[in-house]
């Protein structure tokens, strides 16, 4: 079977039907494809519909993959306001510095926080709609946007950077996500 592109992806997808995804969903362990046009027309709809979705959720970040759609693409808005939106497609970290563990949370795994260790500042390479490339340096809450974005796109979720203490209290949480998947997905 052939392997989908990052575009067949994103324009198989209808974005009015998408919708957050949770743990244990196996596309969010997924490693992500490269979206080898970020021009397509099917990508801004995909992106509107991400900020639609982030911003509902009252969240400051959105992976692609958290949707279902597995590509190399995620948004932000580090302050949770509509007019300060980033975009960021095929994303790479190019360098980190400073180091600071804080409470973390996720859209896909709702009510869950723990204390996880992040840069203090991540400066990113990405591409926007227009395909063009560009770098971003961002500090504090931004940097751990950038960072913990970037992870979903690796397939990395939070569950894998909790400590044992963290994994034992939310051990219940967990668990509910887990029954709730098979209950929507058996």
């Given at each position: 079977?052939?392997?989908?592109?990052?575009?067949?992806?994103?324009?198989?997808?209808?974005?009015?039907?998408?919708?957050?995804?949770?743990?244990?969903?196996?596309?969010?362990?997924?490693?992500?494809?490269?979206?080898?046009?970020?021009?397509?027309?099917?990508?801004?709809?995909?992106?509107?519909?991400?900020?639609?979705?982030?911003?509902?959720a009252r969240g400051v970040g959105?992976?692609?993959?958290?949707?279902?759609?597995?590509?190399?693409?995620?948004?932000?808005?580090?302050?949770?306001?509509?007019?300060?939106?980033?975009?960021?497609?095929?994303?790479?970290?190019?360098?980190?510095?400073?180091?600071?563990?804080?409470?973390?949370?996720?859209?896909?795994?709702?009510?869950i926080f723990c204390k996880v260790?992040?840069?203090?500042?991540?400066?990113?390479?990405?591409?926007?709609?227009?395909?063009?490339?560009?770098?971003?340096?961002?500090?504090?809450?931004?940097?751990?946007?950038?960072?913990?974005?970037?992870?979903?796109?690796?397939?990395?979720?939070?569950?894998?950077?909790?400590?044992?203490?963290?994994?034992?209290?939310?051990?219940?949480?967990?668990?509910?996500?887990?029954?709730?998947?098979?209950?929507?997905?058996?």
């Amino acid at each position: 079977m052939e392997r989908m592109t990052g575009n067949e992806k994103i324009s198989s997808a209808d974005p009015a039907s998408l919708r957050m995804i949770y743990y244990p969903d196996p596309r969010l362990k997924e490693v992500c494809s490269q979206v080898p046009d970020p021009a397509d027309p099917a990508v801004q709809d995909l992106v509107e519909r991400m900020f639609a979705l982030m911003f509902k959720a009252r969240g400051v970040g959105l992976a692609a993959p958290q949707v279902g759609v597995t590509v190399r693409l995620f948004v932000a808005s580090p302050t949770a306001e509509p007019d300060n939106r980033h975009l960021y497609i095929n994303p790479e970290i190019v360098s980190a510095e400073g180091a600071r563990e804080d409470d973390e949370g996720c859209l896909s795994f709702p009510g869950i926080f723990c204390k996880v260790k992040r840069h203090e500042a991540v400066t990113i390479r990405a591409q926007g709609l227009d395909g063009e490339w560009f770098e971003q340096t961002g500090r504090d809450l931004h940097a751990r946007i950038l960072e913990h974005e970037t992870d979903h796109l690796d397939g990395r979720l939070l569950v894998d950077r909790m400590g044992s203490v963290a994994r034992l209290s939310n051990r219940k949480a967990l668990q509910a996500l887990q029954e709730r998947y098979a209950e929507v997905s058996g």
